[in-house]
């Protein structure tokens, strides 16, 4: 071999080991681009999970709340109704003592008829009593 062709040899081998190392040094960029990308891909998707757990604690944290006002405003409600069915119990006791101490048939009558019509009140306010316990208890049981 003459000193030129190991010239060109060498010259050959040098351009080979550039290309070569210019490639490597492309395909290095190339991977750290991907891995970056990679990374901010798998980063926002996080944010994504984490943004949507936390509306989904807030939609949660609201409900609750206006489940608790709901429960609060039952509960009122059911105090004002027990209230109410108290006063008709009371009104009822003296119609029935009115009836009991009338001194003739059609006033009797007449009370008879106020206590029927009150009888009816009561058996109404307990039937709502009832039923919104039954809303407290459903909206008390969602909660836990």
Known sequence: MSGRDKQ?????????SEGL?????????????AIERYHAEKQAAWEARQARRQEAIARREAW??????????LTDRLDSLESALDRRQRNLFKLEGMRDS???????????G?????????SDIQ???????????????KLR
């Not at 190392?21 to 681009?33: F, G, L, Q, T």
């Not at 106020?114 to 009561?122: A, L, P, T």
């Open 8 to 16: 060109e040899a060498f010259e050959s081998l040098t351009r080979a």
């Open 21 to 33: 190392n210019a490639a490597w040094d492309e395909w290095k960029r190339a991977r750290s681009v």
């Open 64 to 73: 609750e709340e206006r489940t608790r006002e709901n429960i609060a405003n």
């Open 102 to 112: 009338a001194w003739s048939d059609s006033y009797r009558d007449r009370v008879d």
């Open 114 to 122: 106020w206590i029927d019509e009150e009888n009816e009140r009561i």
């Open 127 to 141: 039937s709502t009593i009832d039923r919104i316990k039954g809303w407290i208890g459903d909206a008390e049981a």
